[in-house]
Each structure stands twice: as C-alpha cells, then as structure tokens.
C-alpha cells in the first residue's frame, strides 16, 4: 500500500517558473527521500531529509518536513526543460528498511 | 548512472510462465530491494536481501521469491504468471546505515500476456 500522496498528481510550468509539490504520509518516520523519475526508467536520489530537520537545500531543490502534519514540499526553483519527470516522496521508518513511495507528480516544464 | 545493473531490460512472458530477473548491486552496497511498479504508480516494495537472507517482504503472494548471492548480484523469481504482474521491476541496492538512500538500477519492464 501507499504511505504517501503526492499532490497535484500533474503540473505544468512554464521554464523558469518555480514548481512545488507536496506529500502527506500516515506514519512516524525517520527520514524522507524524493526520487525523480524519466520516463518509466529508474529512479534518482535527489535529496533526504532526516525526522529531526526541518528544511534542507541542493542546488535548485529546496525540501521542508513538517512531521507535526505529517508532510514534505519539494520546491524546484528556476525550473528547465530537463526537470520534466515524475517526482515521488518515499518514506523511511528506519535505516535500511524499505522505501515506501508515494504514486508521484508527474512535472512538465515547458521551453 | 547509479552503477546498480539489470537485466534483462524488457522481456515479454505468457501468463502461467516463469521470469527470472537479475541485478547488480553497486559496489560495496550488502542490500538489495525490489519493488514493482506498475503504470501511472509509485514503486511498491516486494522484499530486500541483506547479506544473503531474506529481511523483509512486502504484501507480495509467495510466487514471488528472490535470491542474494555471496557478491550482493540478486535475483527475483516470478512463478506462474498473472496478467497484473506486467510492471517495471526496479532493483535498488544501498549499504546498512542509519539512513540509506537507495540507488535504483535502470528497470526490467515485465509483459504479460
């Protein structure tokens, strides 16, 4: 089953513009990880974010963790064409336990 | 590239067969998970090998059966095949930290037909 849900499940931005999306989970985590997505190919590590923090930045991405409502927001700043891809929260109970993913963002950028 | 291998990348099967997936870990990564990930879904794990022994499993029917071999490589085994077993099939090797972010090979997409 889905731990998290990500929302909108689409979004379409012009280049340039910022992209935010969001995730809510159900239960107490130790961290939180986004992947991004390429057409149906395998996933990539952008960023993690641990239980006890409240933001984190990489480059463009900027993540926030509120585990009072039990939810993350990415935000892609100064977004290109390249960005185009599904984004997905994956959640973390403990280390080296499984990820439990969301059903994603697809995100259009367009040129 | 996460340095994580699968093979093969697409494979087309009848239902009632059998599918045997393989993947590479990355270099000095102990685990290995599996997850499905059907169209237009968010990947769902099956199970994870940690040093050879099954460590962990997902709400998967035991058709669904795996191997990790002494150099962390990892097999997974589909028995008599259903059509809701068309999916991608993600591999994800990571090492036994605290916190483990997990480096995902490139997919096998599984057909059933």
Redesign the interface.
């Known amino acids: 089953s889905q731990q998290g849900e990500e929302d909108p499940q689409a979004l379409s931005i012009q280049e340039g513009e910022n992209a935010t999306m969001n995730c809510s989970y159900k239960t107490s985590i130790n961290n939180l990880q986004w992947y991004r997505q390429n057409s149906g190919r395998g996933l990539v590590h952008l960023i993690l974010i641990r239980s006890n923090e409240r933001e984190k930045h990489s480059g463009r991405l900027r993540v926030t963790l509120d585990t009072s409502k039990k939810s993350s927001s990415l935000l892609i700043t100064a977004s290109r064409a390249a960005d185009t891809a599904s984004y997905f929260c994956a959640t973390q109970r403990s280390g080296n336990t499984p990820l439990v993913f969301g059903k994603g963002t697809r995100l259009s950028v367009i040129a | 590239e ?1 340095g ?1 291998t699968q093979s093969p990348t697409h494979l087309i099967k009848t239902r009632g067969q059998q599918v045997t997936l393989r993947c590479s870990s990355q270099s000095g990564h102990n ?1 290995v ?1 599996w ?1 499905q ?1 059907a ?7 099956i199970f ?1 090998y ?1 040093r050879e022994e099954e460590n ?1 499993r ?2 998967f029917p035991p058709r669904f059966s795996g191997l990790q071999f002494p150099n962390y490589s990892s097999e997974l085994n589909v028995n008599a095949l259903e059509l809701d077993d068309s999916a ?1 099939y ?1 591999c ?1 090797s ?14 096998t ?1 599984l057909t059933v037909l």
């Open positions: 996460t994580v685990t998970s997850y990930q169209l237009g879904q968010g990947p769902q794990f994870q940690y962990g997902g709400n991608l993600l994800a990571s090492w036994d930290r605290v916190e483990s972010e997990q480096f995902f090979g490139p997919g997409r």
